[in-house]
């Protein structure tokens, strides 16, 4: 199984922990996808990319103004491309920008989880009001989002000491080659230097067992993951033993949450 074969149907727990945990990211991801979308648009209208020599350009850019877009998230600045000619303002910070704003949380929640898809960054475009992208434009865009998302799942784990980490897994049904199955995202998040809360990891698993425990913890050890006193978590199949294995001397504390769902006494 890959990223490329799966077709998410993420609810709306991943983009939540993403706004708590990791608001900066979020922030910065629908700036660029946004910016990127009207760089695009401002393409098609143009009948040119930006500094492209072609005969069949229509019109220029005549560069930016600045415009704050007040979101879930937060307010982010963008920079709205100028024409010489006439002008250019996006449809989506009128009166489709609740609906746009959604489907970008949404198309960002799901790219962090997954991985962009062409077919996502199309009809994201089409819920911002945008109809006009070539084929070349979405797949570069899609590369884009993805290589943002494959940095900072990567990026070292340098906000260290991380006392308090927290473990937890959503299951999603996707589809996979026609069919609909089961998949198992694994989530840490911990509590930096700072004292600010911080999503460390997510991986998606076929399994929920003890080996991808394991290997989803070494990949957070190998990235920095260090100075972790309590790991909170509930019971899963292999997952204390993961612990042990990669946190040597943490200690393990099943969450309150699991103990109520299953109905026994908190100690």
Not at 42 to 67: H, I
Not at 121 to 132: Q, Y
Request: with cysteine; glycine share 8%; charged share 25%.
């Amino acid at each position: 199984m890959t990223v490329n074969d799966i077709v998410p149907a993420v609810g709306t727990y991943v983009e939540e922990t993403l706004t708590a945990a990791s608001p900066d990211l979020l922030r910065t991801m629908i700036r660029e996808v946004a910016q990127r979308m009207m760089d695009a648009e401002v393409e098609q209208l143009c009948g040119a990319g930006y500094g492209e020599v072609s005969s069949e350009r229509v019109n220029s850019r005549n560069g930016y103004r600045r415009r704050e877009w007040d979101t879930r998230t937060g307010t982010i600045e963008l920079a709205i491309p100028r024409l010489r000619q006439g002008s250019y303002f996006p449809d989506f910070l009128l009166d489709k920008r609740r609906r746009a704003e959604r489907a970008l949380t949404s198309v960002v929640a799901t790219s962090y989880l997954l991985g962009v898809s062409t077919r996502r960054v199309e009809k994201l475009a089409e819920a911002m009001g945008i109809t006009k992208l070539s084929k070349s434009q979405v797949s570069k865009m899609a590369a884009e989002r993805d290589e943002l998302v494959a940095s900072f799942r990567s990026r070292p784990l340098d906000g260290g000491p991380y006392t308090f980490v927290r473990l937890d897994a959503l299951t999603q049904k996707v589809r996979e080659g026609g069919r609909t199955v089961n998949v198992h995202c694994l989530i840490a998040t911990g509590v930096n230097a700072d004292g600010q809360r911080e999503i460390l990891g997510l991986e998606v698993v076929s399994s929920e067992d003890g080996a991808g425990w394991l290997a989803f913890l070494r990949g957070l050890v190998a990235r920095g993951l260090s100075g972790v006193l309590p790991v909170t978590s509930d019971c899963h199949p292999g997952l204390r033993d993961a612990i042990a294995a990669t946190l040597p001397g943490a200690a393990w504390q099943r969450c309150l949450r699991c103990l109520e769902d299953s109905g026994q006494p908190a100690t």
